[in-house]
């Protein structure tokens, strides 16, 4: 059983508030009866809701995290027939989307789920959430270079808005580097190392906001937390 302001939430068909009003203002019925009380409930499997006498369709949200390999593609499918990101995910017979991309060859968090408003939110520039990387690359950059890093870079035809970066270790000619971005432009980590002279030899993505790819195996999948969906809700 479910609230019904939940229950209409889910579906997508407004926020929780404007759920709620939508009760208030009569709009919505459950099995042909006009519903005003809020924190009624219902059950999603057998109860039949409308809004403005359309008919709600429910599909259950999925939210899954994945560690994706190298050498998988970040598409339902390929040209090429490479592996994609969803032969690893069993199990799941929903239709499921990753959120935004990562590289052929980057490997890491990658979240995917059938929930559009999330991806949306989670995509699109404005909402502006840091995405933490740990990049092996060649050479060890400076301090002049690092800063470069932070404020801006010139790449293709646009700068780079503030970027974080700092070394975590370094061999003889190779340094690991932990970046952190906002943006998420095609390539964008690659293409900021490239800028200051030292080309991405690996590059794997450990979080995105608050959620952390932590020890999930690397191929493996999951579902996210109560905790984590909480957070992304709040976002
Ligand atoms: N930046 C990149 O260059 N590649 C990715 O896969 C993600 C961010």
Known sequence: MMRLQKYLALCGIASRRKSEQLIIDGKVKVNGETVTTLGTKINPQTDKVSVNNKDIIYEEKVYIMLNKPEKYITSASDQFDRPTVLDLIDLIEKRIYPVGRLDYNTSGLLLLTNDGQLTYKLTHPKHNIWKKYIAKVKGIPTEQEMKKFKTGLKIDNYTTSKAKIKIIETK??????????????????????????????????????????????????????????RYLEQL
């Open 172 to 229: 003889e000619k190779n340094s690991v580097l932990e970046i952190q971005i906002k943006e998420g432009r095609n390539r964008q980590v690659r293409k900021m190392c490239e800028a200051i002279n030292h080309p991405v030899k690996k590059l794997k993505r450990v979080s995105v906001g608050d959620i952390h790819i932590g020890n999930l195996e690397l191929g493996e999948w999951r579902f996210l937390t109560d905790k984590e969906l």
